[in-house]
Each structure stands twice: as structure tokens, then as C-alpha cells.
């Protein structure tokens, strides 16, 4: 009897420890078991892939690549020896993105993001970015939080409903770090300070006087319906006022009001 009670529970125990492999294997945002050959030409060498990293990623992500971090180009300067390069000396999605790295951790804070490393954040960024530079485009490459903006809302004071990334650009641009010195955290007109105001926070509006938001150009986007400050701006763009696109003859203003 002892002898099969022994038995009984060794079986459950190997039971449950196959129960747990499996969920959590199954609860991986890379699940890549007997996957090999999604991207890697061979399971017995994973050196060469069977396209372009930026290729295989995109299959699954759907990412703006004008307004994400740039890929395909030669850093200037020496990076970490954990960042991985592709043979030609370029960065990939996998010079930031740890794709196995659910595979080394089950710690749910460092996974965010599935990035190399311990840290994130502005901490990533600054593993690679200077931030003693002073011009303005280093200055918001260098204090943001993503290399991908994304329109998720993110609710604030006041009951307003903000998108995340108008929400840190606002932690800024609230008359203490930028020389814009008028800025109210909700939903509504936001002042620019230098004589202009615009709406963030607030649906798009539906009428004449608009352009249909289905047909509006590629580079304005906006956050669950909503308009955010990454509709007009860009952190990429090289126009000086940081625009997603040149304004002159009010080309991006008319690009959503029709008059």
C-alpha cells in the first residue's frame, strides 16, 4: 500500500510538472517550440536565417517603421556587446529585441518589451544614445519611453482620456522643461505658446468641414479615434518644429480641416 501510495504521487508531481511546462510555454509571447524554421534555415545551425530579421518580424508585428526607431543603418559608435548587429554591421529589430528571451526569465519586468539585458526604458536607451547633446531631436530621442509609439489611452486627471505618448509628452512640455510655457494635462485645446492652440484627448471630429478619417495621409495618425500630440508631431521628423510632414501653404493643416 505504501509502495503504491508512493507511486500515486510521484505520478501526480510528474503529471503537474508537465502541466506546468506546458503552460508556460504556451503563455510566451515568442512561443518558438518546434518553430525553428520560421527563421532559421536549419534547427542543428541557427546562424543563418531564412530572410531579413526586419522581414521575419514583420510577418507578425505591424509596426510604422517611419515613426519607430530606424533599422538597416550603421550605428556611428560602438554599442554593447549584448546589442547584436546583423552580419553587414547594421541594427535590427534583434539588436534591442531579445526574441528567446522568455526562454531565459519568467520575471514579468524585465520581459516588457522583450529587451536585452536588465533594464528599460530611458535606461535601454541611453545604453547606446548620448544624452548630453542639446539640440532638440537628441533631446526627445533621449527622454522618451518606446522606440515604437502606440495608441493606447491612458486615462488622467480629471477623467480626460490622453494616448500614453501625448501623456509623456505632456510630463515635459508643462511650462518647467520646455519654452513653451502654457499646458494643461487633459483632454482639450493644449497652447502652444506661440500663439496657436490645438485639441489632444478628443474624438476627430465627424463633418463636413473634415477630411473623412479613413482618408486622411498615412503620416497623421490618430489613438483609438482620438487626436494626440503624435498626429501633428514627429520625434523622428527633421522638420524643425518636429512635424509629420512639411506645413507649408498649410499642407499639413489642410490635410484635416478642408477649410
Partial sequence: MKKFRILFFG???LISGFCLIWAISNSKVHNFEGKCAICHVS???LTFLVAETDVLCYKCHIINREKSHPINIKPNKAIPLTMHLDKGGRMTCT???DVHKEDKTQNKAELSG???GHVKGKAFCLLCHDNTKQDAAWRHQTVI???HPAGKLLETTGGSMLDKTS????SCHDGTISKFPQVEVKQGLWQHGIGMSHPIGVDYPRSADFTNSELL???IQLFNGRLGCLSCHDIYSKDRNML????????LCLACHKK
Wanted: charged fraction near 25%.
Fill in 11 to 13: 505520478f501526480l508531481f
Fill in 43 to 45: 534547427s542543428q545551425d
Fill in 95 to 97: 539588436t534591442c529585441h
Fill in 114 to 116: 522583450l529587451l536585452w
Fill in 145 to 147: 519611453q518606446y522606440a
Fill in 167 to 170: 501623456t509623456e509628452c505632456l
Fill in 217 to 219: 495621409p498615412k503620416e
Fill in 244 to 251: 509629420v510632414m512639411d506645413n507649408r501653404k498649410s499642407r
